[in-house]
């Protein structure tokens, strides 16, 4: 059983005078992503088909280059709403610093409200392996081989 957690530096960003950020929690004991939330000064209407960059008001430090964060739609908000992350899944590298933005689609047929302090992603943590590109001639044959794209059943 794995107990290990690392630590994730997090740094509120707002502006004006207003803080709107929220510092990302685990809604339940065994939820694999922390929430995120949404950081606005106003609503946010995302229209059919629109394409949005919703701001957290955060940005975090990871604690070395074999972690990554990696950011995730809501199941809810993609269920009820059609929102859905318009890169599929966000990567957040070791060494960015920036504000952790949400790209977002509205896949729905009505508009969709983003409210401040709403959830709207979440972000988990995971170890990540950095490869060394050796070019060769053949790779190893396997029963599979080259058949993709199911190839082995739906």
Do not use: H, W
């Not at 803080?19 to 992503?33: C, E, I, K, L, W």
């Not at 689609?105 to 409200?113: F, K, P, R, S, T």
């Not at 302090?117 to 081989?145: H, K, N, S, Y």
């Amino acid at each position: 059983m794995l107990e290990e957690r690392i630590r994730v530096k997090i740094k509120k960003i707002s502006d004006g005078d207003a803080d709107r950020s929220n510092v990302p929690f685990y809604a339940t004991t065994g939820a694999a992503g922390a929430d995120l939330f949404a950081s606005l000064d106003q609503d946010m209407v995302v229209r059919p088909g629109e394409r949005v960059r919703v701001p957290t008001g955060i940005a975090i430090e990871l604690p070395d280059p074999q972690v990554a964060a990696f950011v995730f739609a809501r199941s809810g908000l993609a269920d009820k709403k059609g929102l859905a992350l318009s890169n599929g899944v966000g990567v957040i590298d070791s060494d960015f610093r920036g504000e952790i933005k949400v790209l977002m689609i509205n896949l729905g047929n009505e508009d969709v409200v983003v409210s401040n302090g709403d959830r709207i992603a979440q972000i988990a943590f995971m170890p990540v392996c950095r490869a060394i590109f050796t070019e060769v001639d053949d790779l190893g044959d396997t029963l599979r081989g080259e058949g993709g794209f199911g190839s082995t059943g739906l």
